[in-house]
């Protein structure tokens, strides 16, 4: 880390050309010309300049130029020039998991934070990951001694616990420094319980429901922080159970996701109006991750994704292969039919998104990504995209991406604002997000329409320190070249 030390010019770096800035730490930064999207869900204003100081937004300010006779700011103070790209909020990552392998092939950690912070996430919410070594990594991001996203870390409990062994386990993770906690696939009594010694320890908690005796209405009564993906919302509103068919076996997961396609077309309207309502009167958010179930409707939109030819480590192309050894990896026999029961899902899930939003719910964004083909932080930028098809303005999805997160990580007062005395969590984007999402991509990934005057994330900075995601991009193209080579395997080719 270095501090600029210039006493009567200023330090000046262009948002395109150097990347000197990436990395370094200065009491103080001044991102000019920048037109700025709070993250409220007003549109973007400016172009403004933008004071950093002590990692916290000192001052925002009407844009006056780059000479020290035309502002009133320091001498000395660091800038870089946005330009006039639009700065967002640094994004929320709700549904994080951090790895360090895949189908045995280790997997350098720089690999998944580099992939992040250039997707514009400054914080994740980790759930269920490897607890000593998530919050170590934690740790090491606060103080800037990691190149990472800062953590929230959410062990997992899952399955049915007696309770002596869940207040071990949740005190037991209170003391380690936890910051909430994941459960995940409990019967009714456990959850219960659990619950009670959440609150009792303070820790909220993110609910993965499975498909179990208890759904949305065990998680109002418990004020849960957040259902993560969407089961036990339209199990909730079932009149009855699910058609199973009768060889159903929710073990095979070829069977469980199949038939998780089925699911939304069953639940009774007027019933799930009601779990909606219960949902938002009782504060309990919603991380619809529509994301992690895309191949599921588009299996060949999946599998053939831009980035992976660059970007796609090889642990995690044989952790994707269909296998039943490989959570997630189950479409050794999927159909066509399958496909178009998932459309239809797609469509009532995204209705369902809608009402809950228009009876006040809080919706936030996550990725899950390292499985069924999700790639961290293209993944989260995808689920971007995802929003905006089931209805939302894109003032609206990056709300859910920057504010409603905030909210839901009990950080509404620090993160997802760009507002004076917030921490300095920035994204600046070569092209308007309003406009076409797609300018969030990579310039080396142009859509369809694109044009390679714009596009493309080219500066995260978290809490004041800015990270150039084409020199982190590089990086892990340089690692993912390197892990083939070692592993002897070509992209979407094994090498026998």
């Not at 396609?261 to 949902?279: F, H, I, P, S, T």
Request: with cysteine; charged share 20%.
């Amino acid at each position: 880390m270095k501090t600029c030390t210039c006493l009567f010019l200023f330090c000046s770096t262009l948002l395109w050309a150097q990347p000197s800035l990436h990395n370094q730490k200065h009491d103080e930064l001044l991102v000019t010309n920048a037109m700025v999207v709070v993250g409220v869900g007003t549109p973007a204003e400016g172009p403004y300049d933008i004071h950093i100081k002590g990692g916290k937004i000192h001052a925002i300010a009407t844009a006056k130029g780059n000479s020290r006779e035309n502002n009133s700011y320091p001498e000395g103070v660091q800038q870089l020039d946005a330009n006039g790209a639009y700065v967002l909020p640094g994004f929320i990552n709700m549904h994080a998991h951090t790895m360090y392998q895949r189908a045995g092939i280790d997997m350098a950690q720089p690999y998944q934070h580099y992939l992040w912070l250039a997707s514009g996430i400054t914080t994740v919410r980790d759930l269920g990951s490897d607890t000593a070594v998530t919050l170590k990594q934690k740790q090491q991001s606060d103080q800037h001694a990691i190149i990472a996203p800062r953590m929230f870390v959410y062990p997992g409990i899952w399955g049915n616990h007696h309770a002596k062994d869940l207040k071990q386990k949740i005190a037991g993770y209170k003391k380690q420094g936890a910051d909430g906690l994941k459960f995940g696939m409990m019967d009714q009594q456990t959850f219960a319980a659990a619950s009670k010694l959440a609150k009792q320890y303070q820790l909220p908690v993110a609910n993965h429901v499975g498909v179990e005796d208890m759904n949305a209405w065990d998680n109002i009564k418990a004020a849960t922080r957040s259902i993560e993906h969407w089961y036990g919302i339209p199990d909730a509103a079932l009149n009855g159970v699910q058609n199973f068919p009768p060889d159903m076996n929710y073990s095979n997961e070829l069977h469980r996701f199949r038939y998780a396609g089925r699911l939304w077309r069953e639940a009774d309207y007027d019933k799930l109006q009601g779990v909606l309502q219960g949902m938002a009167e009782a504060g309990v958010a919603w991380n619809p991750t529509l994301v992690i179930y895309e191949a599921s409707r588009d299996l060949q939109r999946a599998i053939s994704s831009p980035w992976f030819k660059d970007y796609l480590h090889p642990g995690l192309e044989k952790f994707f292969q269909p296998s039943a050894d490989s959570h997630g990896s189950f479409f050794w026999g999927w159909t066509t039919t399958d496909e178009v029961f998932w459309k239809n899902n797609y469509q009532l899930w995204f209705q369902a998104l809608r009402e809950f939003a228009d009876q006040g719910g809080l919706i936030t964004t996550g990725e899950d990504a390292g499985y069924i083909y999700q790639l961290f932080g293209f993944a989260y930028l995808r689920e971007l995209q995802l929003q905006q098809e089931a209805g939302f303005h894109p003032l609206e999805v990056l709300k859910h991406a920057t504010v409603n997160s905030a909210k839901v990580l009990g950080q509404g007062d620090n993160l997802g604002q760009i507002r004076i005395g917030y921490t300095a969590d920035l994204v600046i984007v070569n092209g308007n997000p309003m406009a076409d999402l797609s300018v969030l991509w990579p310039r080396n990934i142009q859509p369809l329409t694109g044009d390679d005057s714009t596009g493309g994330i080219i500066w995260t900075i978290k809490e004041g320190v800015p990270y150039h995601a084409p020199t982190m991009l590089k990086a892990v193209r340089d690692m993912v070249r390197q892990s083939r080579k070692e592993h002897k395997i070509n992209y979407l080719v094994e090498t026998k």
